[in-house]
Structures are given as structure tokens and as C-alpha cells.
């Protein structure tokens, strides 16, 4: 596999990371001269990845073309390049259908989408891929779990529980917060509260039951996580997040 990547900015620099790290079977990478710094750091990971002088050179050079660009600047990027049949292109581009890269980058090349996130760096973590693609799919089962949905309705839904980063992390910062007015200092809660989520994420991770299953699995009759989450509950905690969820997805679909 010849790879390509059409800008170098911090999902590049993860993928780029996750696939050497990996010693994954491509046969070079070629990155885009666009953010010489990342570039050039990438290009010391292994002797197989190298930075090109012009985006033009990436394509010419790669069979698989990844586009890495922001969504604003893709127009005025990809009108000036000359893509051909052979391309398997991959865009990452939040929020660009497949109709709409086909306008810019022709009809003739495959086109998927793909949503890789910062954790590919460490081989973990998940990419949503729409439509399902032998390729793609191979591609990032080397730095994690693949995802294959077969329209972009899909995808985009999948697109949308990736706004749950920050909460995530606000509920730790949360936690930590409260254990820090209890007497226990912030880096120790903060250590503590990190190993005890990464011990929950191997429950998920490891067996296929519903997460409600875990939910039930997780409480005891009149235990403190039975309390806790029917508080939640009863407040609308969960409906909450899940109508927050719905307006992520109106603003994906433009609606």
C-alpha cells in the first residue's frame, strides 16, 4: 500500500504514529509539505515515510490518498490538484459527503469517509468508515477497531457521539474536583480516577454485552452505584445528554 496524506496536522501525525508503531505492512507514506514542523518529524518515525515537495507529488506518488485538511480550505486545496482513477481516497473531513467530494475531487476515484481519532497514535480507540471498504478497513484495524456503517446517515450519528470528548472529561475533572474538597489532593485523585475509568473501558472493550448489561452487572440492591444512578436518573441526567446528543446531529446534518 502506497498512502498518501493531503495535510499534516494532528489525525495525520496520530494515524501516521499508530501505522509505524505497528510496523503495519505499508509499503511507503507520503506526506504532504503542509506543516513542515509535524512533517519532518513523522518522516524520522521510519525510512517508508517521507515528506513530498507539493501535495501534487503526494498524489502522484500514493495509490491510497488520505485528505487531512480543514473543511474551510478543501475547495481552494483540491481544485488545484489532478486526481485519477486509481485513487482510493479517504477523507476525514467532518461534515463533507460523499456527493460534495466527489464535486471536488472527480467521480472517478473511490471515495470513503473516516473518522480517526487522536487515539489511533496509541493503537487504540475506533474509526467509523462509511461505506464499508476492504481497504480503509485494514488500514485502521492496524491502530484499532474499524467501524463499517453502509450510509452516511450512519455515519454522521457515529460523527456525532465524538462531541462527547470534552464532557467526558469534565465529569473526571468533576469527580477529581469533589475528591480534592474531601481532603485527597488533585494529583492523586487525578491518578486514581484515570486507572479506575481505564479499568471500566476493559469491561467494555473485552465482551459484547449491552452496556446495559454492565449497567445491571455494576449495582447491587440498595448499593451506593444503584443510588447514584437512579439519581441521575430521576433528574434526567441521561434523557438530558441524549437530547443534547440530537442537536449535535441537527447541526451535522445542517438542519
Not at 448489561?213 to 440492591?221: N, P, R
Not at 451506593?224 to 441521561?238: A, D, M, P
Request: proline content about 4%; aromatic content about 8%.
Amino acid at each position: 500500500m502506497r498512502l498518501g496524506f493531503v495535510g499534516t496536522g494532528a489525525i495525520t501525525r496520530a494515524i501516521v504514529t499508530g501505522l509505524t508503531h505497528a510496523k503495519a505492512p505499508f509499503e511507503h507514506i507520503y506526506l504532504s509539505p503542509r506543516n513542515t514542523d509535524v512533517a519532518a518529524g513523522l518522516a524520522e518515525l521510519d525510512s517508508r515515510v517521507s515528506v513530498c515537495p507539493t501535495n501534487q507529488d503526494v498524489l502522484d506518488s500514493s495509490d491510497v490518498v488520505c485528505l487531512a485538511v480543514v473543511p474551510q480550505i478543501a475547495v481552494d486545496v483540491f481544485k488545484e490538484l489532478r486526481f485519477v482513477a486509481r485513487h482510493h481516497v479517504i477523507s476525514f473531513l467532518a461534515g463533507v459527503s460523499i456527493s460534495d467530494l466527489k464535486q471536488m475531487v472527480g467521480p472517478d476515484s473511490a471515495i470513503i469517509r473516516a473518522i480517526p481519532l487522536p487515539a489511533v497514535a496509541a493503537r487504540k480507540g475506533s474509526t467509523a468508515i462509511c461505506p464499508p471498504d476492504e481497504i480503509a478497513s485494514l488500514l485502521f484495524s492496524h491502530v484499532g477497531t474499524s467501524v463499517e456503517v453502509s450510509d452516511e446517515g450512519k455515519f454522521d450519528a457515529l460523527f456525532a457521539v465524538t462531541a462527547t470528548m470534552a464532557s467526558f472529561y469534565a465529569v473526571m475533572e468533576t469527580q477529581a474536583v469533589w475528591l480534592e474538597k474531601q481532603g485527597v489532593d488533585y494529583e492523586s485523585g487525578r491518578a486514581y480516577l484515570a486507572a479506575y475509568y481505564d479499568g471500566l473501558s476493559y469491561e467494555a472493550t473485552t465482551g459484547k454485552e449491552p452496556f446495559s448489561a454492565l449497567v445491571q452487572s455494576s449495582m447491587t440492591t440498595g448499593g451506593i452505584n444503584e443510588q447514584l444512578h437512579k439519581e441521575l436518573s430521576s433528574t434526567g441526567t441521561y434523557s438530558n445528554y441524549s437530547a443534547a446528543l440530537d442537536n449535535v446531529l441537527k447541526r451535522i446534518k445542517g438542519s
